[in-house]
């Protein structure tokens, strides 16, 4: 969480109760432990294979997250602009 606060620069980050991270897993129909627990994973078996990331460090990755919802938002608020009102023309 850390490295996706900075990532958005957002310099603090509130911690979130057990029961509102239920709350959330439950509207997102997934279970809480996938969200509670950390797991290092290593990837062994691709990286032996030959597999490159496009972003193999996870602050590489949440920089990239990051950047495409700030562009994918914006051109969402860019190409929808209100009409003028009848008085604004």
């Known amino acids: 969480m850390r490295v996706l606060r900075q990532a958005w620069r957002t310099p603090l980050g509130l911690p979130s109760a057990r029961w509102m991270i239920e709350i959330g897993t439950l509207l997102l129909r997934t279970e809480s432990e996938l969200v509670l627990k950390s797991r290092r994973v290593i990837p062994t078996r691709l990286l032996e ?41």
């Open 49 to 89: 294979a030959g597999f490159r990331f496009e972003y193999p460090t996870w602050p590489e990755a949440a920089n990239d997250l990051v950047q495409r919802w700030r562009q994918t938002t914006s051109s969402h608020r860019n190409a929808v602009k209100p009409s003028a009102t009848p008085a604004q023309q």
